[in-house]
């Protein structure tokens, strides 16, 4: 009789078992992203923009202005890009210039260590993103209608 030891089956369980789970770690990504549009490029830029804006309200809020103007500077850099350009929104660099002033002023007043003007600022440069989206999502939504 001819036995077929435990080691060896063991070994087979777990390896069986490591392939699985190695499959199914791989896959659930994978199908997570499944019936959800696909990322546009800007996607990731405006993201971090997004953490830089969430950034200065938390210097805001903590009356940090060190936060405040490390992260507004941040966003008047991204902004000097000229990504948006390529997309050809004829808005575009009325909002962006909008933008600019805006968070410049954030920063003259995180220099000033001036709370309100602080506040006012963030609200104005808020004001512009939502502008600024709102053009953008109507062009996108004009793009998408006519590539189907």
Known sequence: MIGISNTGIDMSRKKITFFSALLLGLGLPALSTLGQPPERPTQPFMR??????SGVLEGITLEKFGLVLTNATALRDMSQTNAFLRLRNPNYLELSTNFQANV?????AAKA??????????QKTAESCVE???SFRREQFILDRSTK
């Open 104 to 108: 410049d002023a954030l920063i003259a």
């Open 48 to 53: 971090q923009k997004l953490v830089f804006a």
């Open 132 to 134: 600024c989206h709102k």
């Open 113 to 122: 260590k001036d709370l309100s003007a602080a506040t006012a600022a963030y």
